[in-house]
T-cell receptor, first 113, second 112 residues
Framework: KAGVTQTPRYLIKTRGQQVTLSCSPI?????VSWYQQTPGQGLQFLFE???????NKGNFPGRFSGRQFSNSRSEMNVSTLELGDSALYLC????????????FGDGTRLSIL | GQQVMQIPQYQHVQEGEDFTTYCNSS?????IQWYKQRPGGHPVFLIQ?????EVKKQKRLTFQFGEAKKNSSLHITATQTTDVGTYFC????????????FGGGTRLMVKP
C-alpha cells in the first residue's frame, strides 16, 4: 500500500507570492490533516479535511487555506507569503472515524526568501 | 489551554543506557499518542493510550498512561543507535476529528 505522498518536496518562494501544496492520502483514508513544523514552534495543526469538508481548524491566519477533493486528495494554499512561513509542511492521513493514528508524508520544505 | 508539555527537550545517552521522556498536561487527557521522527524524516506513529494506568510494550519501548490521565511516559531500555530521533507525544481532541496537539518533543542522541 502506497504511503502518503506530498508534492513538491522542496519549494522556494519570495515574500508576497502564493503557494499550493498537494497531498495524496493512503488509499481508503478519508481524513487529511496539515501540520506546520518549525524549530521554534514545533508541530502545529493547521486544519483537517474529511469528506471534502473542513472538520477542524488550527490557530493560523486566513492566508492559510485548504481543500479536499472527492478522491480525498488535498491541497493547501498559502497566500501573501511571509518570511515566517518558512517551514516543513506535513500532511497526515487517517481512516477518519474516531481518533486514529496519523500517517504522515515526507513533507514539503518551503523556504521564503 | 490544551498544551502538552514534554521533558526533557534533549537527552544524550551512551548506547546501552536507558532513556525516558515525559509528557504532562494540566487537564485530563482522553488519549495520548506517541510518534518518532528520525532526523530528516517525518513523524511515525508508535502507539496510542486511552485507559487510565495503561501500560503497553513494544520490544524495548514501554509506554505508560498515568492513573489521572494527565501524564504519560515513554521508556526505552538499553538504547541503540537506531533509537536516535525526536519523540513526540500528542493529544487528540475528544470529539469528531483528528486534530493533534503535539508536545515539544524530546530529541534523543545516542553515543555508540
Amino acid at each position: 500500500k502506497a504511503g502518503v505522498t506530498q508534492t513538491p518536496r522542496y519549494l522556494i518562494k519570495t515574500r508576497g507570492q502564493q503557494v499550493t501544496l498537494s497531498c495524496s492520502p493512503i488509499s481508503g483514508h478519508r481524513s487529511v490533516s496539515w501540520y506546520q513544523q518549525t524549530p521554534g514552534q514545533g508541530l502545529q495543526f493547521l486544519f483537517e479535511y474529511f469528506s471534502e469538508t473542513q472538520r477542524n481548524k488550527g490557530n493560523f491566519p486566513g492566508r492559510f487555506s485548504g481543500r479536499q477533493f472527492s478522491n480525498s486528495r488535498s491541497e493547501m494554499n498559502v497566500s501573501t507569503l511571509e518570511l515566517g512561513d518558512s517551514a516543513l509542511y506535513l500532511c497526515a492521513s487517517s481512516l477518519g472515524t474516531g481518533i486514529q493514528p496519523q500517517h504522515f508524508g515526507d513533507g514539503t520544505r518551503l523556504s521564503i526568501l | 489551554g490544551q498544551q502538552v508539555m514534554q521533558i526533557p527537550q534533549y537527552q544524550h545517552v551512551q548506547e546501552g543506557e536507558d532513556f525516558t521522556t515525559y509528557c504532562n498536561s494540566s487537564t485530563t487527557l482522553s488519549n495520548i499518542q506517541w510518534y518518532k521522527q528520525r532526523p530528516g524524516g517525518h513523524p511515525v506513529f508508535l502507539i496510542q493510550l486511552v485507559k487510565s494506568g495503561e501500560v503497553k510494550k513494544q520490544k524495548r519501548l514501554t509506554f505508560q498512561f498515568g492513573e489521572a490521565k494527565k501524564n504519560s511516559s515513554l521508556h526505552i531500555t538499553a538504547t541503540q543507535t537506531t533509537d536516535v530521533g525526536t519523540y513526540f507525544c500528542a493529544r487528540a481532541r475528544n470529539n469528531a476529528g483528528n486534530m493533534l496537539t503535539f508536545g515539544g518533543g524530546t530529541r534523543l542522541m545516542v553515543k555508540p
